[in-house]
Protein backbone atom coordinates (compact mmCIF):
# COMPACT_ATOMS: atom_id res chain seq x y z
CA UNK A 1 0.00 0.00 0.00
CA UNK A 2 1.29 3.39 -0.74
CA UNK A 3 2.26 5.31 1.94
CA UNK A 4 0.35 9.17 2.03
CA UNK A 5 3.16 11.76 1.90
CA UNK A 6 2.36 14.94 3.69
CA UNK A 7 2.98 18.13 2.29
CA UNK A 8 4.03 21.33 4.10
CA UNK A 9 2.79 24.62 4.23
CA UNK A 10 4.67 27.91 4.21
CA UNK A 11 3.29 31.45 5.47
CA UNK A 12 5.39 33.72 3.81
CA UNK A 13 5.45 37.24 3.49
CA UNK A 14 5.70 39.02 -0.09
CA UNK A 15 6.62 42.51 1.07
CA UNK A 16 4.49 45.66 0.39
CA UNK A 17 4.35 45.47 -3.31
CA UNK A 18 7.84 46.23 -4.78
CA UNK A 19 8.69 43.26 -6.25
CA UNK A 20 12.22 43.86 -5.90
CA UNK A 21 11.85 44.06 -2.16
CA UNK A 22 10.87 40.37 -1.97
CA UNK A 23 13.21 37.49 0.36
CA UNK A 24 15.66 35.76 -0.96
CA UNK A 25 14.49 32.96 0.51
CA UNK A 26 10.59 33.53 -0.53
CA UNK A 27 11.70 33.77 -3.80
CA UNK A 28 13.33 30.36 -4.10
CA UNK A 29 10.09 28.63 -1.85
CA UNK A 30 7.54 29.89 -4.97
CA UNK A 31 10.23 28.40 -7.34
CA UNK A 32 9.41 24.82 -5.52
CA UNK A 33 6.04 25.45 -4.61
CA UNK A 34 3.53 23.11 -5.95
CA UNK A 35 0.83 25.42 -4.67
CA UNK A 36 0.33 28.64 -4.12
CA UNK A 37 -2.16 30.75 -2.03
CA UNK A 38 -1.88 34.36 -2.87
CA UNK A 39 -4.00 37.57 -1.34
CA UNK A 40 -5.23 40.54 -3.20
CA UNK A 41 -1.92 42.86 -2.11
CA UNK A 42 0.42 40.65 -4.13
CA UNK A 43 2.46 42.67 -6.72
CA UNK A 44 1.77 40.23 -10.16
CA UNK A 45 5.89 40.39 -10.73
CA UNK A 46 6.28 38.39 -7.15
CA UNK A 47 3.79 35.78 -8.69
CA UNK A 48 6.06 34.68 -11.71
CA UNK A 49 8.68 33.70 -9.52
CA UNK A 50 6.40 30.76 -8.98
CA UNK A 51 7.34 27.37 -10.97
CA UNK A 52 5.25 27.11 -14.33
CA UNK A 53 2.95 24.37 -13.55
CA UNK A 54 2.17 25.30 -9.93
CA UNK A 55 -1.20 25.77 -9.14
CA UNK A 56 -2.14 29.41 -8.29
CA UNK A 57 -5.08 29.71 -5.52
CA UNK A 58 -6.61 33.19 -5.39
CA UNK A 59 -7.99 34.23 -2.12
CA UNK A 60 -7.71 37.93 -1.39
CA UNK A 61 -10.06 39.87 0.71
CA UNK A 62 -11.07 43.50 0.14
CA UNK A 63 -12.86 45.85 2.52
CA UNK A 64 -16.42 46.51 1.34
CA UNK A 65 -15.94 44.07 -1.80
CA UNK A 66 -16.08 40.41 -2.06
CA UNK A 67 -13.62 38.26 0.14
CA UNK A 68 -12.75 34.48 0.55
CA UNK A 69 -13.89 33.72 4.42
CA UNK A 70 -10.90 32.71 6.93
CA UNK A 71 -12.30 29.86 7.56
CA UNK A 72 -12.17 29.06 3.57
CA UNK A 73 -8.52 29.68 3.37
CA UNK A 74 -7.73 27.33 6.63
CA UNK A 75 -9.81 24.88 4.39
CA UNK A 76 -7.45 25.16 1.11
CA UNK A 77 -4.18 25.34 2.96
CA UNK A 78 -5.06 21.79 5.36
CA UNK A 79 -6.83 20.31 1.81
CA UNK A 80 -3.38 21.49 -0.50
CA UNK A 81 -1.14 20.23 2.62
CA UNK A 82 -3.33 16.61 2.91
CA UNK A 83 -2.68 16.25 -0.99
CA UNK A 84 1.17 15.91 -0.39
CA UNK A 85 1.98 19.29 -1.98
CA UNK A 86 4.47 22.24 -0.73
CA UNK A 87 2.03 25.17 0.01
CA UNK A 88 3.11 28.68 -0.10
CA UNK A 89 0.73 31.16 1.43
CA UNK A 90 1.44 34.31 0.24
CA UNK A 91 0.95 37.46 1.91
CA UNK A 92 1.40 40.87 1.03
CA UNK A 93 3.46 42.65 3.89
CA UNK A 94 4.55 39.87 6.86
CA UNK A 95 2.16 37.28 7.93
CA UNK A 96 2.47 38.13 11.42
CA UNK A 97 1.85 41.71 11.26
CA UNK A 98 -2.13 42.30 10.61
CA UNK A 99 -1.84 39.44 8.21
CA UNK A 100 -3.80 36.99 9.94
CA UNK A 101 -0.89 34.56 9.37
CA UNK A 102 -1.30 33.79 13.04
CA UNK A 103 -4.34 32.19 12.48
CA UNK A 104 -3.37 30.48 10.08
CA UNK A 105 -0.92 29.20 11.72
CA UNK A 106 -2.63 28.35 14.44
CA UNK A 107 -5.49 26.35 12.32
CA UNK A 108 -2.44 24.10 10.28
CA UNK A 109 -1.39 23.54 13.94
CA UNK A 110 -4.92 21.98 15.21
CA UNK A 111 -4.76 20.04 11.89
CA UNK A 112 -1.19 18.69 12.58
CA UNK A 113 0.41 20.42 9.33
CA UNK A 114 3.99 20.86 9.29
CA UNK A 115 4.10 24.75 8.91
CA UNK A 116 7.02 27.54 8.60
CA UNK A 117 7.26 31.26 8.63
CA UNK A 118 8.57 33.12 6.30
CA UNK A 119 9.06 36.60 7.13
CA UNK A 120 8.77 39.55 4.84
CA UNK A 121 9.26 43.37 5.05
CA UNK A 122 5.70 44.97 6.77
CA UNK A 123 4.40 48.01 4.95
CA UNK A 124 4.73 49.98 7.85
CA UNK A 125 8.11 50.40 7.71
CA UNK A 126 8.66 50.05 4.00
CA UNK A 127 6.01 52.55 2.95
CA UNK A 128 6.66 54.89 4.90
CA UNK A 129 10.20 54.63 4.00
CA UNK A 130 9.37 54.88 0.00
CA UNK A 131 7.15 58.05 0.66
CA UNK A 132 10.13 59.58 2.73
CA UNK A 133 8.81 59.75 6.20
CA UNK A 134 11.36 57.84 8.69
CA UNK A 135 9.38 56.94 11.72
CA UNK A 136 11.89 57.53 14.13
CA UNK A 137 14.03 60.60 14.46
CA UNK A 138 16.79 61.36 17.60
CA UNK A 139 15.39 64.61 17.26
CA UNK A 140 11.74 64.66 16.98
CA UNK A 141 10.44 60.55 17.73
CA UNK A 142 12.09 58.28 19.76
CA UNK A 143 9.22 55.27 19.31
CA UNK A 144 6.74 54.73 16.71
CA UNK A 145 3.12 52.36 17.36
CA UNK A 146 1.95 50.22 15.07
CA UNK A 147 -1.61 49.85 14.84
CA UNK A 148 -4.90 48.77 12.69
CA UNK A 149 -7.97 50.89 12.32
CA UNK A 150 -10.26 48.22 11.95
CA UNK A 151 -10.36 45.74 15.59
CA UNK A 152 -12.52 43.22 15.98
CA UNK A 153 -14.58 43.29 19.14
CA UNK A 154 -14.53 46.87 20.28
CA UNK A 155 -13.02 49.91 18.75
CA UNK A 156 -9.27 51.01 19.56
CA UNK A 157 -7.39 52.09 22.42
CA UNK A 158 -8.23 55.99 20.87
CA UNK A 159 -6.65 57.28 24.06
CA UNK A 160 -3.20 55.14 24.03
CA UNK A 161 -2.48 55.65 19.54
CA UNK A 162 -3.30 59.61 20.55
CA UNK A 163 -0.39 59.76 23.01
CA UNK A 164 1.91 57.71 20.24
CA UNK A 165 5.17 59.99 19.15
CA UNK A 166 4.69 58.29 15.76
CA UNK A 167 1.65 56.76 14.81
CA UNK A 168 1.27 54.54 11.92
CA UNK A 169 -2.29 53.16 11.27
CA UNK A 170 -3.05 50.33 9.24
CA UNK A 171 -6.59 49.96 7.08
CA UNK A 172 -7.68 53.74 8.02
CA UNK A 173 -9.04 54.65 4.50
CA UNK A 174 -12.56 53.56 4.31
CA UNK A 175 -13.10 54.81 7.88
CA UNK A 176 -10.45 58.32 8.33
CA UNK A 177 -12.79 60.77 9.14
CA UNK A 178 -13.88 59.04 12.52
CA UNK A 179 -10.33 57.59 13.25
CA UNK A 180 -9.21 61.67 13.41
CA UNK A 181 -12.32 62.68 14.83
CA UNK A 182 -11.29 59.78 17.80
CA UNK A 183 -7.36 60.72 17.86
CA UNK A 184 -8.57 64.49 18.08
CA UNK A 185 -10.91 63.65 20.99
CA UNK A 186 -8.51 61.57 22.75
CA UNK A 187 -6.25 64.47 22.90
CA UNK A 188 -4.23 65.05 19.81
CA UNK A 189 -3.24 68.32 18.35
CA UNK A 190 -5.32 68.52 15.06
CA UNK A 191 -2.26 70.55 14.29
CA UNK A 192 0.07 67.88 14.17
CA UNK A 193 1.05 66.62 10.84
CA UNK A 194 0.03 63.67 8.92
CA UNK A 195 0.00 61.87 5.96
CA UNK A 196 -1.75 58.73 4.19
CA UNK A 197 0.23 56.63 2.00
CA UNK A 198 -1.27 54.95 -1.03
CA UNK A 199 0.03 51.97 -2.36
CA UNK A 200 3.02 51.95 -0.86
CA UNK A 201 5.81 50.60 -2.71
CA UNK A 202 4.06 50.23 -5.75
CA UNK A 203 4.42 51.96 -9.02
CA UNK A 204 0.70 54.07 -8.62
CA UNK A 205 1.93 55.50 -4.89
CA UNK A 206 0.37 58.00 -4.04
CA UNK A 207 1.47 60.79 -0.51
CA UNK A 208 -0.85 63.30 1.02
CA UNK A 209 0.21 65.17 3.43
CA UNK A 210 -1.80 67.80 6.15
CA UNK A 211 -2.58 68.26 9.52
CA UNK A 212 -4.27 65.62 11.28
CA UNK A 213 -7.29 67.50 11.37
CA UNK A 214 -7.36 68.22 7.55
CA UNK A 215 -5.80 64.88 6.53
CA UNK A 216 -9.52 63.38 5.92
CA UNK A 217 -10.30 65.89 3.48
CA UNK A 218 -7.15 65.89 1.83
CA UNK A 219 -7.37 62.59 1.29
CA UNK A 220 -11.14 62.70 -0.19
CA UNK A 221 -10.10 65.34 -2.62
CA UNK A 222 -6.90 63.21 -3.78
CA UNK A 223 -9.47 60.28 -3.93
CA UNK A 224 -6.69 57.69 -2.10
CA UNK A 225 -8.21 54.23 -2.22
CA UNK A 226 -6.90 51.00 0.04
CA UNK A 227 -4.24 49.91 0.57
CA UNK A 228 -3.64 53.06 2.48
CA UNK A 229 -1.63 53.99 5.82
CA UNK A 230 -2.36 56.95 7.83
CA UNK A 231 0.89 58.45 9.71
CA UNK A 232 0.48 60.73 12.51
CA UNK A 233 3.72 62.51 14.21
CA UNK A 234 6.44 65.67 13.58
CA UNK A 235 8.54 62.86 11.61
CA UNK A 236 6.01 63.65 8.70
CA UNK A 237 7.22 67.13 8.61
CA UNK A 238 10.58 65.96 7.83
CA UNK A 239 9.71 64.72 4.13
CA UNK A 240 9.77 68.75 3.21
CA UNK A 241 13.63 68.35 4.06
CA UNK A 242 14.28 64.99 2.43
CA UNK A 243 13.55 66.33 -1.54
CA UNK A 244 16.01 63.67 -2.82
CA UNK A 245 13.93 60.70 -1.36
CA UNK A 246 10.83 62.16 -2.74
CA UNK A 247 12.23 62.32 -6.26
CA UNK A 248 13.80 59.03 -6.04
CA UNK A 249 10.04 57.70 -4.92
CA UNK A 250 8.49 59.43 -7.87
CA UNK A 251 10.07 57.09 -10.19
CA UNK A 252 10.29 53.75 -8.62
CA UNK A 253 10.51 51.19 -10.69
CA UNK A 254 10.99 53.66 -13.54
CA UNK A 255 7.69 54.64 -13.70
CA UNK A 256 6.27 58.02 -12.92
CA UNK A 257 4.32 58.21 -9.87
CA UNK A 258 1.84 60.88 -8.86
CA UNK A 259 3.23 61.29 -5.52
CA UNK A 260 1.77 64.07 -3.54
CA UNK A 261 -1.37 65.65 -3.54
CA UNK A 262 -0.88 68.43 -0.60
CA UNK A 263 -2.75 70.69 0.81
CA UNK A 264 -4.82 71.34 4.52
CA UNK A 265 -1.23 72.77 6.04
CA UNK A 266 -3.32 76.75 6.67
Do not use: C
Not at 59 to 85: C, F, M, P, Y
Not at 235 to 241: D, Y
Amino acid sequence: MREQVQGRVFLVGAGPGDPELLTLRAARLLREADTVVHDRLVHPAVLEHARPRARLIYVGKEGGGESVRQEDIHSVLITQALLGRQVVRLKGGDPFVFGRGAEEALALEKAGIPYEVVPGLSAGIAATASAAIPVTHRDVSGEVTFATAHRVGGAPDWDFLARAQTLVLFMAGDRLEATVRALVTAGRAASTPAAMVEAGTWEHQRVVEATLGNIALEARRAAIGSPALLVVGEVVALRSRLPSLVARGSTMNGHPVPLKAEGGHE
